[in-house]
């Protein structure tokens, strides 16, 4: 095992050197690409230390120099340290290296013969020697020699010729913002005016034959740079715009400055190859790398531990701009299913931290959804306790005054704090405490006088034993009995363990609407009665709690079920009723009749010190599903006519709203007619949306094979739509299959398990598949080691991020437990673990 070096935030010192200006050239060669490196260093002011040290990994040094003077560096674990002048002085080297064998998408890397880089947070280091670091900014010049096409690199184009490219970029900017793209790559234009006038011209980069997915993107970009002038303010800075899809990258995407690049799942589009829920996504994921110009770019982070500042505002903004594109109801909706199904997991696990964590080994295994989503959550509190204005008063003044800077949450606070004269004390434990609270809600009536009193409490996390209260804005809203609302939604602040609430002048004890519009990340827990959650589904004002009650229902019905009982009633009728609203959104409608997921199930009978089986809870899911399918057996049919998309496709909200209606009827469908309707579907399918919905309820009713031959032949050569196919199998997969469905495709010829993305559609869909991942036998548990094992010298920050698979372990019962740990130490007993890998399976089992 290796030793794990730990960071602390409170070790925070700032570099003793400031940056003035840096030129890079690269000489590309495939396997010897050298990188010519052109520093301005000055004493910084701001610190006493002297300490020339510049981080650098697998760099082979072919010389070095300061002021013009060969010198000999030491070259020490991660970088190198030299003697300097104590006034500025000009550093330069050379260093070689291999963008070919560069297997790990982290610096300078080959994918499909172009050259990229990814340097977010530390790969810089891994293109030449430099203070790698958010806080060390500086103006960048580049040049790039080599004989591709397409020569990029952050900025604006200073000056090209036959085989080079310079480019400059005027804004001072940390190294992991950094970033060159070289490769045989079409350019789909665009261009956009800003609101002082300014032209920018705009292109997606993509691969020769994927020009016809870009339309879609490039008005999604279009679309953001409006918004954020718009709403923000915020105007764009450079020239140029350029955005780059690749198919080989870690992550969903990176907010370079003024070179974007993108995994090419989440920017390339098109009616037959992308679903619905793709169109949305790659809206979001432009939205949000462009927003980050100003919420990142413009001001980044002092250190990494701040990493949230960026990233919790900026997944804050691209939510807003989704909800303003598309409804804001639905977008709440689903972003609640994501945060619940993924960050209260973390929070309640092993892997749980704070939004701002204070120490770290890895830092890539802190690009968390606590950091993001919660990070998120944390803003929207914020909004609630400040306002509207207040938010608005508080933005402004941030970027006026931190503009240009590395900052801290420390300082986003005080803008706040200045902004709006609110002491944010007892607030900022949202950022440093990890947790979930759960709130418990009392309520009584007397005298024509309602009172709720609510009591939070959050039970330990790894570090962290002792959780004070957190100030909880909690949005209320009261029915009368005939489902009028008496109290519009208002904002209870929560701040102490228990508090009450009293509302005064009622004629009859009301019904409470709690947590409209989920505002803020806590667990509610309520006990009230079926008849209540049903009276709420059918009458709440608000679409997020009504689309609560009825989930409530159906995981109190499931978790029953689990035991034994049967579906509820109240639960059918009200899903008929909600599915025959014609008043309601499609959209809406859709997620209405979805139901909690089965790990969902899993975590709420944990807490409730209930051992989950997730066999009962597979069964419980399949019997719910048969009993709404026949409950609204006719309702099916009906939907399926009303809510068809004849014509040309749209991937716009309303269209994909009735399609998901329709999907959700097929579905059901599916259930009771043995999957005819489905089959039909499929052949007459216009488009990916309908296609793949169409083969996933054929592969639930274990049918399917002959349409899973063709739609393979039809798609062999798009590898974006080939992983749907693979993901899709595992994760329709029957509990017994799931494992060996993964198996199978694992030793297909078109496996490329080097690719992040297709790993991700087999391994992705095997541990979040409840039922087939926890399998008794322990298989799941093994299959996925055997290949954490093997990618991990490969690619070990996909290999850290996939064993969060194992997070869930200790919920089960002691065989499982004993397997899964078996599987653990195994994955930590193999030689040569990366930093990444090794540290999650050390903090997995603890
Ligand atoms: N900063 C990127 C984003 O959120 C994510 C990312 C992190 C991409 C690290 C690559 C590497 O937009
Ligand atoms: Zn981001």
């Known amino acids: ?112 013969g172009m050259y990229c880089t990814q340097c977010e947070a530390e790969g810089f280091r891994n293109i030449t020697f430099y203070p790698d670091r958010p806080d060390v900014m500086s103006v960048f010049t580049v040049r790039i020699e080599g004989d591709n096409p397409a020569l990029l690199s952050n900025g604006n184009p200073a000056d090209s010729g036959e085989g080079w490219a310079e480019w400059h970029d005027p804004w001072p900017k940390p190294a992991y913002l950094f970033a060159l793209v070289a490769g045989d790559l079409r350019n789909y234009p665009g261009s956009f005016k800003t609101m002082s006038g300014r032209d920018v011209e705009l292109n997606l980069w993509v691969r020769p034959g994927d020009e016809g997915k870009c339309a879609f993107g490039m008005e999604a970009l279009k679309k953001s740079m409006i918004w954020d002038e718009e709403v923000y303010g915020r105007e764009y800075d450079l020239d140029i715009f350029n955005i780059v899809a690749v198919d080989d990258f870690n992550m969903g995407a990176m907010e370079n400055k003024g070179l974007n690049i993108f995994n090419s799942a989440v920017v390339l589009a098109s009616p037959e190859t992308s679903t619905d829920a793709n169109f949305e996504r790659i809206e979001a994921i432009i939205a949000h790398e462009y927003f980050h110009n100003w919420t990142g770019n413009r001001i980044t982070c002092r250190d990494w531990f701040q990493l949230c500042l960026k990233e919790g505002l900026t997944v804050f903004r691209d939510q807003q701009f989704t909800g303003d594109m598309r409804g804001h109801a639905v977008k709440r909706i689903n972003d609640v ?28 295994n802190f690009y968390t959804v606590t950091v993001y989503e919660k990070g998120a959550e944390v803003i929207n509190i914020l909004k609630h306790l400040v306002g509207d204005d207040g938010y608005k008063k508080a933005l402004d003044l941030y970027f006026d005054r931190h503009d240009g800077d590395a900052a801290t949450i420390e300082d986003w606070l005080q803008v706040f704090e200045d902004a709006t004269g609110r002491d944010l004390t007892q607030f900022k434990r949202w950022y440093t405490d990890a947790g979930t609270p759960h709130v418990k809600v009392a309520d009584s009536f007397d005298n024509g006088i309602y009172t709720l009193t609510f009591t939070q409490e959050t039970a330990p996390t790894p570090g962290q034993d002792d959780k004070p209260a957190r100030v909880i804005p909690i949005a209320v809203g009261l029915l009368d009995p005939n489902g009028n609302e008496v109290l519009p939604t208002q904002i209870l602040e929560m701040a102490e363990t228990t508090q009450s609430f009293s509302f005064e002048g009622l004629s009859a004890k009301p ?191 274990e049918k399917g094979t002959d349409e899973l031959a063709t739609f393979r032949e039809q798609w062999q050569h798009d590898r974006l739509v080939m992983d749907k196919w693979f993901g899709l199998q595992v994760g329709y997969a029957s509990p017994e299959n799931c494992v060996a469905t993964a198996k199978r495709l694992s030793e297909d010829a078109d496996f490329n398990w080097k690719n992040p993305n297709r790993f991700r559609a087999v391994f992705g869909a095997m541990m979040m598949h409840h039922a087939g991942f926890h399998q008794a036998d322990g298989s799941g548990y093994n299959l996925l080691a055997d290949w954490l094992i093997k990618l991990d010298p490969v690619n070990g920050q996909i290999s850290a991020r996939m064993s969060t698979g194992y997070e869930t372990w200790k919920r089960y019962d002691a065989d499982r437990q004993a397997k899964a740990r078996a599987a653990l130490k195994r994955i930590n007993g193999a030689p040569d673990l990366s930093r990444n890998l090794g540290e999650m399976v050390t903090r997995i089992l603890k």
């Open 337 to 364: 299913v994501t945060l619940r199904s993924r960050q209260f997991r973390e929070d309640s696990g092993p892997l749980a931290h704070p939004p701002r964590p204070d120490q770290f080994v890895e830092i890539n």
């Open 1 to 112: 095992m290796t030793i794990q070096e730990t960071i602390y935030l409170s070790d925070y010192t700032p570099f003793g050197f400031i940056v003035e200006d840096v030129h890079l050239t690269f000489k590309l060669a495939p396997t010897t690409t050298r990188v010519i490196s052109r520093i301005r260093f000055a004493p910084n002011p701001d610190s006493s230390s002297r300490d020339f040290f510049l981080h650098g990994e697998g760099l082979n040094l072919h010389w070095a120099k300061v002021d013009g003077a060969d010198v000999a560096p030491d070259l020490v674990k991660g970088g190198l340290r030299c003697d300097v002048p104590d006034t500025a002085f000009t550093w330069e080297c050379e260093v070689e290296i291999d963008p070919q064998g560069n297997t790990a998408l982290e610096g300078l890397y080959m994918s499909n």
């Open 511 to 701: 019904v409470p609407s709690i947590l409209r519009g989920f505002s803020a990340p806590v667990v509610l827990e309520r006990e009230t009665s079926a008849e209540e959650q049903a009276f709420l589904l059918a009458h709440d004002t608000d679409p997020f709690n009504k689309w609560e009650a009825g989930q409530a229902l159906a995981k109190d019905c499931l978790i029953a079920m689990t035991q034994g009982g049967t579906p509820d009633q109240g639960l059918l009728d009200g899903m008929t009723t909600v599915a025959r609203d014609h008043s309601l959104d499609p959209a809406f409608r859709a997620l209405a009749l979805g139901l909690p997921a089965q790990d969902d199930i899993a975590a709420t009978l944990a807490a409730r010190g209930i051992t989950p089986d997730p066999d009962k809870i597979w069964r419980a899911h399949q019997a719910l599903k048969q009993a709404i399918a026949q409950h609204l057996q006719d309702v099916w049919p009906r939907l399926l006519a009303e809510m068809a998309t004849p014509g040309p496709y749209s991937p716009d909200a309303e269209h994909a709203g009735k399609r998901a209606l329709h999907g959700v009827a097929l579905a059901y469908l599916s259930q009771i007619d043995g999957g005819t309707a489905a089959k039909a579907a499929y052949t007459t399918a216009g488009n990916m949306t309908e296609q793949l919905s169409a083969l996933a309820c054929l592969l639930s009713v």
